[in-house]
């Protein structure tokens, strides 16, 4: 996982109230476009109907002092994977949705005494897999240190477990001087009873019936420019598989899909395009049927199986992938369309439901454009806030200058300066301007 730096409460709300406040009084003063231009019409015989709806899933007090370590589709039900327990006395529990969001543990007893003299800790990351004929599998990625960090694969065995983990994963790799484990980032199970492991160095493809290694390819190589997604993401549909790429700013520009070719490993298919224009990681749930999901900062995405277009759902400015002081770990969709998102932050684990309802009334009357100059967190944090706040109104960042360019040199400002200048003097210009690296005298008038 991306690690990224995060602000404490003090500063976050000293920082939200601030950039809502310079955002509203410069834009009294320097407002400039034509609001009417971009109001929806509200009157009650064109009322809106329908529209995707976030909410909140209620957590199990069960679930106060544990972890979520995975949340998964098995059949078309939502599940998850749940760790607790003191240092080397870990509980894994699986949880199922069920109708009415109530939430069952259907924990088998071979997952419930695994962790026994295993030394795991409840801070390790764990996925839970399970193939056709409703057999398990559990992978662990278990780090201590450059010295002791490693990976193991379980299988259920007649009611217990069996360690089945390729040799690859136990030895230490050198490199430059460095020791370190090549170990899978994420795991999928295919429908031929193969198992994918995709780490920072290489894809791997091991039988889950042994765990013997099938093949392993450096990842690296599978993509024709740029690399794959830090995030490391890897999906299987029958024999194909789905993973994210980006481009050499490290934005994801599309789903590679690669076809398994037994000891030859994978080999590419096609790419499914996608534009990313935020600067939050893209996530991704592929349905049985061929069918994507999408999700990051610009709102939730479906593109229908055979087709290239991405219809959008929702607003990013409508989702938690809005809000700077909780991060996205991964999302899960069903083939009725919901899509679940879980997400960590400070005081904890977050799973936010995603479903539409065809009563739902589209609430925005009014859109408003804020420019600045440089994209900032604490500006989109304050249009999210106001939002919520005030939902007839909807307010666009417009940042002429991302992050990525503004700390890769590439930004010239003085065409920004221009294109600015061109669209104020023609009346296309923004509603609210934040003055920040512009010069006050020439364009507050």
């Known amino acids: 996982m991306r690690n990224r730096n995060y602000f404490n409460n003090n500063n976050m709300q000293k920082g939200i109230a601030l950039a809502t406040c310079m955002a509203i009084v410069m834009g009294l003063f320097t407002g400039c476009g034509n609001k009417n231009d971009q109001q929806i019409a509200a009157s009650p015989d064109e009322v809106q109907k329908g529209r995707y709806v976030e909410t909140e899933l209620s957590l199990p007090e069960e679930w106060k002092d544990k972890n979520i370590s995975q949340i998964f589709r098995s059949g078309d039900e939502l599940h998850f994977l749940v760790a607790g327990g003191s240092e080397g006395q870990v509980s894994l529990e699986e949880w199922m949705l069920g109708e009415g969001d109530t939430l069952t543990e259907v924990t088998k007893d071979w997952l419930k005494a695994l962790p026994e003299g295993k030394g795991l800790e409840s801070s390790d990351s764990f996925t839970l897999l399970q193939d056709a004929e409703g057999n398990q599998y559990l992978y662990g990625n278990c780090y201590r240190d450059e010295e002791s960090s490693s990976a193991h694969l379980w299988k259920e065995a007649d009611g217990s477990a069996l360690d089945i983990t390729p040799q690859k994963w136990l030895e230490p790799m050198d490199m430059d001087g460095y020791r370190f484990y090549d170990t899978p980032q994420y795991v999928t199970l295919t429908e031929d009873g193969l198992l994918v492991g995709l780490s920072y160095f290489s894809l791997d493809v091991v039988l889950a019936q042994d765990g013997s290694l099938v093949s392993s390819q450096e990842s690296d190589s599978l993509t024709d420019s740029g690399s794959l997604s830090d995030n490391k993401w890897v999906s299987a549909v029958g024999d194909t598989l789905y993973l994210a790429q980006t481009d050499e700013q490290g934005n994801v520009n599309g789903l590679l899909q690669m076809q398994l070719d037994g000891s030859n490993g994978a080999k590419k298919k096609e790419v499914l395009p996608f534009s990313q224009d935020s600067y939050s990681s893209a996530y991704f749930s592929v349905l049985g049927d061929g069918t994507v999901y999408a999700a990051d900062a610009d709102g939730f995405f479906r593109c229908d199986a055979g087709d290239t277009n991405w219809q959008k759902l929702l607003q990013g400015i409508d989702t938690g992938f809005s809000l700077s002081d909780q991060w996205c770990r991964d999302i899960v969709a069903l083939s009725d369309g919901s899509v679940y998102a879980w997400f960590g932050s400070e005081s904890g684990d977050k799973i936010m439901i995603y479903r539409y309802d065809p009563d ?26 106001y939002h919520k706040q005030h939902p007839e109104i909807l307010i666009h960042v417009d940042a002429a200058i991302s992050m990525t360019d503004k700390y890769s040199g590439n930004a010239d400002y003085q065409q920004i300066y221009q294109d600015l200048n061109t669209s104020l003097t023609s009346g296309s210009g923004p509603d609210l301007m934040v003055m920040d690296h512009l010069k006050l005298d020439t364009f507050a008038s």
């Open 360 to 385: 739902a009334v589209t609430e925005v009357t009014e859109e408003l454009t804020l420019y600045t100059v440089e994209e900032s967190f604490f500006l989109q944090q304050a249009a999210v806030q």
